[in-house]
């Protein structure tokens, strides 16, 4: 006889149910976005970011742990962000980057107790920093007029324009705007100082080039040599070539600034970057492309000696494109990350002869650092959010986690599986995608499908958990996610890769068809009359495409941020040596690469319900193409909506943006699928 105490017993050890991921789970989620190892290898600091919804942003805070994950605290609290951790050589302060006084400068925190203090008190924002090895002095980063010779004649400068009452803006050269920014003639220098205090030395002095390099650049772009004397930076100085140039070189300055800075990459019209010196001085290794004014092009790991000024490449025989490195403590190996079938992995290379050996090699691994006795990683998969996790140097023993920022949040949410499979695409060429299935998945049941198409185009869908185009998200509002990554991906062979250009709606075209036709082949559960297709960037290009060429399986498009005519996109655009080396040239060159797979010329074809979204801040797609886009579609009658951004550029970034961007997506398929 089941008793009522009995019944209420067995509720009370019942599993909760898990309920499906929301947008709002996604954009609350905590987000560990790096940390730093100490010194001595027995602590690392990271830099968690939460989100305050009734603000519409993020807050990012500084927290501590031990080697082994234990122990973690809390170092700061303050209301804005502090980022940008750097360990002080003896390892008992933190310097971080706070705007606690009005304006971004460096803070030290003392690790046996007290409050934080500043450190710099200088005019100007601190973009980004080191440390020299010894603790002594500090190479940051200011926005600055390449004529001011101090950081005062730019600030007096920045005052005197904020009381114009003119907003009038006037340009002679290229790039007047870069990703969601207008130029207001500054450059991003690099200036070193004394901790002590003393003069700041401005260690670009004139030139028209910036470091870190703009839009994304960061601490990746310059380092500073073991004994202290030399800083190497990345900068593109080429003149008026700069928005159709891929030239950036590595430049080698003395921190004392008693000498101008030394072009170390004469040779090379590609680029160039991520340098890093040899634990004694003595080698620098750093990433190089070979083609100018291709961005997606193999970057081989290089070494120079720096008596000789000899260099070589390490892996030329790798058909990889590594991305960051970190030296090993013997200098006898570097540590590189890279896209490989679907992942983005960690692999070991010799620093003599150039050998390479997979580490490891499931999910995504974001950063490395390399500690006494193994290293550490920012690892994250299509079901798990970034932490930081442990592993050998071999890669033995798998990944150990060290932090579970979202322990409690993942533990009540209904996932989706992930499952990756491949088919023969274009040429009989293997290619592989991932199928995600439905949160709650019953395999007597019938699924719609979101076939989403990834940007770059030089890019990948792989096994990474993203904030933006998450496929669990589709997965929890019932939906299979399929994702391709068809010819022109990255993480296959440069071969692979190169196989785009030129051909922007043929052999892409062709992967997807026949991988969508895998997916229905092998999934059955996929209701092949419930199926809308959706891109952003390229894959919303790819959706203007097949608006034209590939209408008959979709019950619906949607559209983020895609051209809809590339042969005008291309003097709407900032930087050049995209649209240039993809369709051959400039338009006036070569204006057949541009007519080849143009969408403007078959929307008279289109006749698919369509969402467009675009940012009005996006200058890589200008807005315009998404009005255009959606005045076609209203012209012909085709069912459409138009959700704009004006406050976003390329990706729709803030927390309540990001929710009506997934509300109004999710709504849009089911009302065409559901």
């Known amino acids: 006889m089941i008793t009522p105490v009995l019944v209420f017993a067995l509720l009370a050890a019942a599993p909760a149910a898990k309920k499906p991921y929301t947008v709002q789970d996604q954009v609350s989620l905590k987000r560990l976005t790096s940390f730093k190892l100490s010194p001595d290898g027995t602590k690392f600091v990271y830099v968690l970011r939460s989100t305050d919804l009734e603000a519409n942003k993020g807050r990012m805070d500084l927290w501590l742990a031990s080697a082994d994950g234990t122990g973690p605290r809390q170092l700061t609290s303050h209301e804005g962000n502090e980022t940008d951790p750097v360990w002080s050589p003896d390892g008992k302060a933190i310097y971080f980057l706070a705007a606690r006084s009005g304006s971004s400068q460096v803070w030290r925190l003392p690790l046996e107790g007290g409050e934080a203090t500043q450190v710099t008190k200088l005019p100007l924002d601190v973009d980004a920093f080191r440390l020299t090895p010894d603790g002594q002095a500090i190479v940051f980063a200011c926005?600055?007029?390449?004529?001011?010779?101090?950081?005062?004649?730019?600030?007096?400068?920045?005052?005197?324009?904020?009381?114009?009452?003119?907003?009038?803006?006037l340009y002679d050269s290229l790039m007047f705007r870069h990703w969601d920014t207008w130029s207001e003639g500054r450059r991003a220098h690099l200036f070193a100082q004394k901790l002590s205090g003393g003069p700041v030395v401005n260690l670009q002095k004139k030139q028209n080039a910036d470091c870190p390099t703009k839009p994304f650049g960061g601490t990746e772009d310059f380092t500073v040599s073991p004994d202290g004397k030399t800083v190497v930076y990345v900068a593109r100085d080429v003149g008026r070539e700069e928005a159709w140039s891929t030239d950036l070189d590595l430049f080698s300055v003395p921190?004392?600034?008693?000498?101008?800075?030394?072009?170390?990459?004469?040779?090379?019209?590609?680029?160039?970057?991520?340098?890093?010196?040899?634990?004694?001085?003595?080698?620098?290794?750093?990433?190089?492309?070979s083609r100018p004014k291709f961005e997606a092009d193999k970057q081989r790991v290089m070494v120079r000696d720096l008596a000789t000024g000899k260099e070589r490449s390490l892996t030329d025989a790798w058909d990889r494109s590594a991305s960051s490195l970190a030296w090993s403590k013997d200098g006898k190996t570097l540590f590189v990350t890279a896209d490989d079938l679907g992942q983005h992995g960690v692999f070991a290379v010799d620093a003599s002869g150039g050998q390479v050996t997979k580490v490891v090699n499931d999910g995504s691994v974001a950063q490395l650092e390399v500690g006494a006795a193994g290293l550490f990683v920012l690892h994250d998969s299509l079901t798990s959010a970034a932490d930081v996790y442990a592993l050998a140097f071999d890669g033995k023993g798998g990944l150990e986690k060290l932090t579970d920022v979202n322990a409690a949040a993942f533990a009540g949410f209904s996932l989706g599986a992930p499952e990756q499979f491949s088919f023969k695409g274009w040429n009989d060429e293997t290619v592989y995608g991932y199928v995600v299935k439905p949160a709650g998945f019953d395999a007597k049941k019938k699924y719609p499908m979101a076939f989403l198409i990834h940007g770059g185009p030089q890019g990948s869908f792989g096994n990474h958990w993203h904030y933006r185009w998450n496929p669990q998200s589709y997965a929890a509002h019932g939906y299979v996610a399929v994702m391709i990554?068809?010819?022109?991906?990255?993480?296959?062979?440069?071969?692979?890769?190169?196989?785009?250009?030129?051909?922007?709606?043929?052999?892409?075209?062709?992967?997807?068809?026949?991988?969508?036709?895998?997916?229905?082949?092998?999934?059955?559960?996929?209701?092949?009359?419930?199926?809308?297709?959706?891109?952003?960037?390229?894959?919303?290009?790819?959706?203007?495409?097949?608006?034209?060429?590939?209408?008959?399986?979709?019950?619906?498009?949607?559209?983020?941020?895609?051209?809809?005519?590339?042969?005008?996109?291309?003097?709407?655009?900032?930087?050049?040596?995209?649209?240039?080396?993809?369709?051959?040239?400039?338009?006036?060159?070569?204006?057949?690469?541009?007519?080849?797979?143009?969408?403007?010329?078959?929307?008279?074809?289109?006749?698919?319900?369509?969402?467009?979204?675009?940012?009005?801040?996006?200058?890589?797609?200008?807005?315009?193409?998404?009005?255009?886009?959606?005045?076609?579609?209203?012209r012909k009658g085709i069912p459409s909506k138009f959700l704009y951004f004006p406050d976003e550029n390329h990706w729709v970034l803030k927390p309540h943006n990001s929710i009506v961007w997934h509300q109004t997506v999710l709504g849009w398929l089911d009302q065409w699928t559901k």
């Open 485 to 634: 990554d068809f010819h022109g991906s990255t993480g296959y062979g440069q071969g692979f890769t190169d196989a785009i250009s030129g051909d922007w709606g043929g052999k892409p075209l062709e992967d997807l068809q026949k991988g969508l036709a895998a997916a229905l082949t092998k999934y059955p559960f996929i209701d092949k009359a419930k199926m809308c297709a959706l891109g952003a960037s390229y894959g919303g290009y790819m959706i203007n495409w097949i608006a034209g060429n590939w209408s008959e399986p979709w019950k619906c498009l949607v559209v983020h941020d895609g051209n809809l005519d590339e042969r005008y996109a291309y003097f709407d655009t900032e930087e050049l040596w995209f649209p240039e080396w993809e369709h051959g040239g400039t338009p006036w060159e070569n204006p057949a690469g541009f007519a080849k797979h143009n969408p403007i010329d078959h929307v008279a074809k289109w006749k698919t319900p369509t969402l467009v979204v675009h940012g009005g801040k996006d200058f890589r797609v200008v807005e315009t193409g998404g009005m255009a886009t959606f005045t076609a579609l209203q």
């Open 143 to 169: 926005d600055v007029f390449v004529d001011c010779d101090t950081l005062e004649c730019t600030a007096k400068r920045n005052d005197e324009a904020s009381k114009k009452k003119s907003s009038a803006k």
């Open 255 to 289: 921190l004392d600034g008693t000498k101008a800075p030394t072009k170390l990459t004469v040779s090379n019209r590609a680029t160039d970057g991520s340098p890093a010196f040899s634990p004694d001085g003595k080698t620098l290794a750093y990433l190089a492309m």
